[in-house]
Nanobody
Framework: HVQLVESGGGSVQAGGTLRLSCAAA????????MAWFRQTPGNGREVVAA???????DYAGFVNHRFTISKDNAKNTLYLQMNNLEPEVTAMYYC????????????????????RGQGTQVTVS
């Protein structure tokens, strides 16, 4: 089965940076649509950033140019560079992926992505 393993989370102070990684096994990042979503106790799950197979990225409104989604197909890894972090972004962050390249009909809806990892915690204070 598809394995997506996130890493890179941690506790940082406001204004700091983190880079999340999602290493894929039995799945090829090349040619496929992938995303990052977050979950908080109060707000549920929401897609933070998505990337289709053509390299077109899209971001949730709250991101406000602070995050960059990218992938390295040679390493079979998806990334989320997070800059100028603020406490409001504290959440568990998950990697998500589909077995096709185009965006799903609503790429900001978590159920539109078939595969999901176990998550990595990001805490900003």
């Amino acid at each position: 089965h598809v394995q997506l393993v996130e890493s890179g989370g941690g506790s940082v102070q406001a204004g700091g940076t983190l880079r999340l990684s999602c290493a894929a096994a039995t799945y090829t990042t090349n040619g496929h649509c992938m995303a990052w979503f977050r979950q908080t106790p109060g707000n549920g799950r929401e897609v933070v950033a998505a990337l289709d197979s053509d390299g077109i990225a899209d971001y949730a409104g709250f991101v406000n140019h602070r995050f960059t989604i990218s992938k390295d197909n040679a390493k079979n890894t998806l990334y989320l560079q997070m800059n100028n972090l603020e406490p409001e972004v504290t959440a568990m962050y998950y990697c998500a992926a589909n077995p096709w390249g185009d965006y799903p009909p609503n790429h900001f809806a978590v159920p539109e992505f078939q595969y999901r990892g176990q998550g990595t915690q990001v805490t900003v204070s």
